[in-house]
């Protein structure tokens, strides 16, 4: 008989961390940091539920921090064993590990610098050696793929849909009565008809089942967010103005790339520099061009045409902090795409100190901005924002387009599960906001009659 601990994303949509217990093996099915109230983000300093050296192995949904970002903690810890994902992932990973470090540091630096911490001198989550000893230890497995972590454990990758590389994690044991288990992981679920990545995979069966629950009391707007895109560039290009778009680096920008070469060959929008100035969504394009092998079938046709399809006619790469100051200067219309994707760093606050001022110019928010952040508070129609320290005054248009998300919403949600020939023994909802989650779970109830559970902080189920 197995078991699953939950030791993240319950309540929340960070931390995802579960441990999969059967006989003598222990696996982690992601690794992820606790993000955003500090309630949560002291979690990421409290002992592991588990000892570290009792895993066997550790297995990736996807890159994402809140998927991923603990593992150079678990290293700090004493974890030296493999850690699964897709080949993708894993060089997403080799760059995401590293910047989540630089950012561990730079935090304890600022709290030394501050006096703010208790602990003197105040020491980050983990460094950049521990980041560097973390990617030593992936091992890149294509998709539909049976590997095993342990010899009692066969382990498979299906395409998620959501960012590059992202998977289902699939897993299957046998019980001592010889018959088969079989657990499924959703990750972060992703949705179909999307540019570049293929839709989400089918997935027909599973006794045991994690699903989550980011959007499980919302449905995206059903406006065509190509359109919204174009008349906000077309009414900024007539008052000559610039566009800035703060976006993740991730998967957003090279969403958006695609969705302005379409718009721009279409005759929508006219033809303008497009500058991608984060040095990270720089690294990130070029591994989405690097993996074309995983791409939908519209993004291969025009590939296999010789079409880059994260180019625009005058797209450019601002990699050094000259060429980003560069753009400055410019007064002349055009597209700045740039992260932190909440404006809570990174190089898109030197654009806002400049474009946030002139009427002429608009800031497009094309993902969620959390409470507490800069993106909310200008979203909220605050006047002035503080920026490095100093008060600057929003005169510029602001716009959201809520379309772009990488998450299905409730109703895609029970799309995929409709396609599940029977149900699951016991299905987990997780991954969520409270009141996601329970909504989530009242319309499963109520379309499948399944039974469901919203496992808490740390539970322990059996499952038998
Ligand atoms: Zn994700």
Request: glycine residues 6%; aromatic residues 8%; hydrophobic residues 35%.
């Amino acid at each position: 008989m197995a078991s699953l601990r939950f030791l993240g994303a319950t309540g929340t949509v960070t931390g995802s961390k579960y441990v999969l217990t059967h006989k003598n093996s222990n696996i982690m099915v992601d690794c992820g940091l606790f993000q955003g109230l500090k309630e949560l983000r002291l979690r990421n300093w409290s002992p592991l539920k588990v000892n570290v050296n009792d895993l066997d192995a550790i297995v990736l949904t996807h890159a994402h921090i809140d998927h991923t970002g603990y593992l150079p903690r678990m290293i700090k810890q004493g974890y030296n064993k493999p850690v699964f994902c897709t080949e993708p992932t894993r060089d997403l990973l080799e760059i995401m590990l590293l910047d989540s470090a630089h950012l561990q540091e730079e935090d304890a630096k600022y709290a030394n610098k501050k006096g703010i911490s208790k602990h003197s001198p105040a020491m980050p989550l983990y460094s950049t050696e521990d980041a560097k000893k973390a990617i030593a230890l992936l091992k890149g497995i294509p998709y539909d793929t049976p590997f095993r972590p342990t010899s009692e454990l066969i382990m498979t990758f299906q395409d998620a849909g959501h960012i590059l590389g992202s998977a289902f994690v699939i897993g299957r044991w046998q019980e001592e009565s010889g018959e088969e288990r079989k657990i499924v992981f959703s990750g972060d679920l992703g949705r179909s008809k999307r540019p570049i990545l293929k839709d989400p995979s089918t997935v027909i069966n599973a006794d045991y089942l994690l699903v989550e629950s980011t959007y499980g009391n919302r449905l995206h707007e059903q406006g065509d967010p190509k359109e919204e895109l174009s008349r906000i560039i077309n009414d900024t290009i007539n008052r000559k103005g610039v566009v800035v778009i703060p976006s993740f680096a991730v998967g957003r920008t090279q969403e958006l790339l695609y969705t302005l070469r379409e718009l721009e060959n279409a005759g929508k929008i006219p033809v303008l520099p497009v500058y991608v100035d984060s040095p990270m969504a720089i690294k990130a394009t070029k591994l989405y061009s690097k993996h074309t092998d995983i791409y939908d079938k519209e993004a291969k046709a025009l590939k296999e045409q010789g079409i880059d399809v994260l180019l625009t006619r005058r797209t450019e790469f601002t990699e050094s902090v000259d060429a980003s100051k560069r753009i400055n200067a410019s007064d002349q219309p055009c597209i700045i795409i740039s992260a932190s994707g909440m404006m809570t760093g990174g190089r898109i606050l030197h654009h806002l100190m400049r474009r946030l001022p002139s009427p002429k110019n608009t800031i497009v928010f094309v993902g969620y901005q959390a409470e507490g952040t800069r993106g909310r508070a200008l979203q909220s129609g605050n006047e002035k924002i503080k920026i490095h320290g100093e008060q600057v005054r929003s005169a510029a248009a602001i716009e959201t387009i809520s379309d772009f998300s990488a998450h299905a919403d409730y109703n895609e949600i029970l799309n995929w599960l409709g396609k599940f020939e029977k149900a699951p023994r016991r299905t987990f909802i997780v991954h969520g906001e409270p009141e996601s989650s329970i909504n989530l779970k009242k319309l499963i109830d109520e379309k499948f009659g399944w039974i469901t559970h919203i496992p808490v902080y740390e539970e322990v189920v059996e499952l038998n």
